[in-house]
């Protein structure tokens, strides 16, 4: 199953992706948790990233679009993949088609996580995340321990990108550069659009649903 998780910044993406790639056995490829780790690693790639990062801009596409082509042709992608992040842009979106259509592997499905803005600024200001791309919420979807994810054990931290400022920028940044895809996608027949708002569980019970 080759599949892109697509919708706002927030929207439940990571949360969804994780139990997706569980479910299907598909490899969990989140192009921030890849930018994230090289920013943590002190790359060169990293250092390029942090500078847009870290203001809620989006990072180069020719940068993203050279991450996304050499992580597709690991091998682990041979039974589908389940893309969380990417693309946010046509030239992304454009660039993937090409990928795709040289390694043989087309879309089966675009799934359009949908919550109003609204939400989405309470989701993020109250974030939590780990390094091992877990994420967690204060409020609405507490680790067992305080500061502790359940999934390894790693020490919970606030994203710098998840503070006010840098959240309103990256929901205008969906708004004009990112939501074009929506049409994008839909004219092409592969997006399927999700309820967002809800039980986290009940949202997964939808998504796969609609794969099957
Ligand atoms: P969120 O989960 O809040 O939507 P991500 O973790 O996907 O955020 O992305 C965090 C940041 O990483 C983005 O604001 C952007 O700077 C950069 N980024 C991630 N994916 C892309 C992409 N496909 N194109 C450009 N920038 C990206
Ligand atoms: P994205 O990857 O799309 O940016 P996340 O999966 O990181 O979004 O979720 C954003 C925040 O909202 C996290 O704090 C997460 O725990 C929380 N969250 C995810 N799904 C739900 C939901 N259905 N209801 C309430 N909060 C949610
Ligand atoms: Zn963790």
């Known amino acids: 199953m080759n599949i892109v998780l697509f919708g706002p910044p927030g ?13 299907y056995n598909i490899p969990h490829i989140s192009t921030g948790d890849i930018l994230r780790a090289n920013v943590r690693d002190g790359t060169e790639l990293g ?23 050499s992580r597709l ?9 389940l893309l969380d992040g990417y693309p946010r842009t046509i030239p992304q ?4 088609t090409g990928i795709l259509e040289e390694i043989g592997k087309p879309l ?5 996580i949908d919550v109003p803005d609204e939400k989405l600024v309470t989701r993020l200001s109250g974030r939590r995340m780990c390094q091992c791309g877990a994420s967690f919420h204060v409020e609405f979807n ?6 502790i994810c359940d ?10 990108d998840d503070k006010e400022e840098a959240i309103i920028q990256r929901l205008e940044v969906y708004s004009t550069q990112t ?26 019970a939808d998504i796969c649903k609609a794969l099957e």
């Open 11 to 23: 929207a439940g993406k990571g949360t969804q992706a994780i139990k997706l790639s569980g479910h």
């Open 47 to 69: 250092r390029e990233a942090k500078v847009f990062m870290d203001v809620g801009k989006l990072v180069p596409d020719e940068v993203l679009i050279g991450i996304i082509k």
């Open 73 to 81: 042709l690991g091998p682990d992608c041979s039974p589908g993949f």
């Open 93 to 96: 979106a454009d660039a993937l």
């Open 108 to 112: 089966d499905v675009v799934l359009n």
């Open 142 to 147: 507490s680790p067992k321990q305080d500061g």
């Open 151 to 160: 999934a390894c054990g790693g020490e919970l931290y606030q994203r710098d």
């Open 179 to 204: 939501q074009p895809l929506i049409d994008y996608y839909g004219k092409i027949g592969i997006m399927v659009t999700i309820d967002g708002i809800g039980d986290i569980d009940d949202i997964f």
